[in-house]
DNA sequence: AAATAAAACGTGCACGTGCACACTAAAAAG
DNA sequence: CTTTTTAGTGTGCACGTGCACGTTTTATTT
């Protein structure tokens, strides 16, 4: 592996010149840039690692993580991941702090300028969807504070990247599941969180779409919302199934799986019920330990985490924006079994 | 973070005396030694990756792999996810010796020795099982070459991990899936390599149990060898298909899963049958994009690679064995929406 | 022509660790 | 008493990069 030292030695420059030529810092005569380029390339030139890791130590970078969810255990796994990974980055001695607020947006707001005020040099949010968060994140792109949406995005605004789940797509699967569990012909009833937040929109429509296009004795009844609450979900929950007594699917697209689980064994059903939730935390792990949810599509949250971090990271030190703009977590399917 | 320098001066001795207590290197004396170690752990002294990585590069770290399955598009996977990870820890400045065999005792031992002639410091091995590789695993030990087995295990010799799936947990939830698909009540036949290799039949044993634990209506009404082979595969499955026309699952424990799809393509079958396989190799996503295989149980070939290559550099920069000798993979189910 | 500004480049330190080598003082051997 | 050994310790280089600072050359202004 070539190093500065070498390229200055063929170049007949010094490895300041070197320096200034490849990472574009101060002036340097077009005619010697040219000679340097070229015999980077020559030598494939790549960096080393360890070198700049080492240099990295004194620029002490500090990183803002700023979710949703103080309260909310899928968040706490996207935080674990991220934990990970800063030990795997502990070589670059960067630093996190990390704040978790409720669903709000003020709070996110406030929050975001005291991360600021702190030196953050980079920042992890899950944004709160309104224009206000979105002219934040270009402020601070302004600032030279890059961020990266975790979770939900904001894609019109300059954050440099999105990691989370294609919500589409898991609409998608648990069409896919609904069809492979009853064989084609089925009554499915939908809990949301709201209509008026879009992933929960999204899975809602993939799922309907792979009906109508490859299922189409698949038969959606009813579409209710528990705005992510567990009492309200079990209230939901014990109204639909009075209503349609011959429901045969169940699917979640969001929280308040236990408030509705919960109505499911409250109620005296005479047909078996196939409950498909998203994620799984600890509530969820333990009604399908009962047997009353049949499988659970995750997300991912620890590869979210540090995915969002490692990505962030690598920005601050070489520069390089992720070759995506949006980076999706690969859908795993969870039974009893497997969990 | 404290560095080996700070602890030097706060126990009033030099650098080098603090390297020798920590790494266990050299003779110091006995009161010399407490004094550092208690700094050392008041301070809560971790040492420095940044640092510890850029004097590796002069140890360049040579790592042998090799693999099974020549021609096997699993271990394609392995491999890529080992590439991935050796660019990561390319701040060591490691460089791997990869070698691809086909199922042979004898090509395993001698390319372990052409390996072990060319230097290597570390071996990364998917092991046959037979005493000899053992032994052969056990003397790598004795000379300092230390060995982590992948995708399948040998677990009395010395090596210092496996990394692979638990094959029980495979079977148990390819039964949890049929169970869900069926509805409790199933002809389920099996397609397996053969009855002397461990793992298929702790697989098979993995289903059975959950079966008969949990599934009683649930019937397994016939296992059947393909030797892992495509044409062998394709021969058996049409004769089974044809001694249990009203068969509801059909089960493969390992290869030749395509042409065993070919054989049900091939057959009139008057009633649906769900196919169960593993893994996710090219011709396994094609039948279940036409809609042949309803799922597939995913070990997860590039977390292997990738997990294993880290304990071994890991654990020759630091002398770190892993927490659990075992290292099991998550099981990702996939279907076609979520592929 | 002298003074100032700008362009272009070199030098040297810092980062934390591993390890080879040199050194001192005390104990053992002659 | 002198020489040799050994336990115990200190010193200094190497690893590759980022960056602040200093120096020299060239161009511009007064």
Redesign the interface.
Known sequence: ?ATMKEIAELSGVSRGTVDRVLNHRGVVNAETEKKVLEIAKLLDYQP????I??A??KKKLKIGVLLFGAENPFFDEVMDGLKRKLEEL????CTTFERRISFDLESQLSTIDELVELGINGLILSPYNDEKVQEKIDTLWEQNIPCITINTDLPDSKRIAYVGSDYY?CG??A???IH??T?GCAKVGIVTGSHKVLCHEERISGLKD?FSARHPAIQVVEVVENNDDDYKSYEVVSKLLERHPDLSVLYFTAAGVYGGCRAILNASLQS?L?VITFDAVPSTIEMMEKGII??T?CQQPEEQGAKSLALLVDYLLTGNLPEESSIYM?????????L
Chains 1, 2 share one sequence.
């Open positions: 592996m080393n690692k360890a070198g890791a080492l990295a130590q502990s070589i670059y001695g797509k998608q699967t069409a896919g599941l492979l569990f064989g792979l078996p196939k049949s499988a599509i690969d859908l795993s399917i969870k039974i009893r079994e497997n």
